[in-house]
């Protein structure tokens, strides 16, 4: 294995490991499964992980 994939396999990991949105899986993901759609954009995609991270309504919020 090379440097520079071992790199990015232990950067992947570490994103998953803190729950990181993972866009290069997303695209892999949406080509397998919805071939001839357009994916989100890298913004958007992050967008959307952030509303379904946090806006999880005001009951759940501590402020």
């Known amino acids: ?8 396999r232990l950067s992947a990991t570490i994103k ?8 290069e899986a ?3 993901w949406h080509s ?5 759609k357009t994916p989100l954009s890298r913004r958007e ?3 959307q992980c952030l509303q379904a991270r946090y806006d999880r ?6 402020c």
């Open 1 to 8: 294995m090379t440097m520079k994939r071992f790199l990015h």
């Open 16 to 23: 998953t490991i803190l729950g990181l949105p993972n866009y």
């Open 26 to 28: 997303y695209l892999a």
């Open 32 to 36: 397998a499964r919805c071939p001839g």
């Open 45 to 47: 995609f992050y967008d």
């Open 57 to 62: 309504g005001a009951a759940r919020r501590c």
